[in-house]
């Protein structure tokens, strides 16, 4: 049975290859692709997959589902602000349904701040040829909406 991974923001669907960052432009993490928020209706992010958060932290989570792990990480370089514009609305550990919100962040902020908001969804340890991107690069997406799916 495939996993079908939805969009965790709002915005345009970007290539993993686009990602200004090596790690995720080389799927060096996973397959995938990337969202880029739009700044207003993205504050919101949510679990794309039903599973269990195995890892959390404000610029990014990991929720492990029936089928495989999903990578959420929330602009590049936004380690750097501590937490600082990300808000937790769960813990590690946490059981979440697909679509539930799991982190809400101040865009804007990361964008004037001079980092990419951009948000790459990677599929870990799936195999390249594995996912299905069933949002294509330049695909606006709601939160919520399918963006690809594998196994």
Do not use: N, Y
């Given at each position: ?22 790690v995720f ?38 929720v ?25 609305h769960?813990?590690?550990g ?11 962040w ?18 870990l ?27």
């Open positions: 049975m495939a996993l079908t991974v939805l969009a965790p923001v709002a915005g345009r669907v970007v290539a993993l290859a686009d990602v200004p960052d090596p432009s080389a799927e060096l993490v996973g397959p995938g692709v990337a969202v880029d928020p739009d700044e207003v209706a993205s504050s919101e992010v949510v679990s794309p997959v039903a599973g269990t958060v195995v890892k959390l932290h404000p610029h990014a989570f990991v492990l589902a029936e089928g495989g792990g999903v990578l959420v990480h929330l602009g590049i370089d936004t380690v750097q602000l501590g937490g600082e514009g990300f808000t937790l769960v813990t590690e946490d059981t979440v349904a697909a679509g539930q919100p799991v982190v809400s101040d865009v804007a902020a990361v964008v004037a701040g001079g980092r990419a908001a951009i948000c790459p969804v990677v599929a340890e799936a195999k390249p040829d594995a996912i299905t991107r069933l949002a294509q690069p330049g695909d606006v997406v709601a939160a919520g909406e399918p963006l690809l799916s594998w196994g």
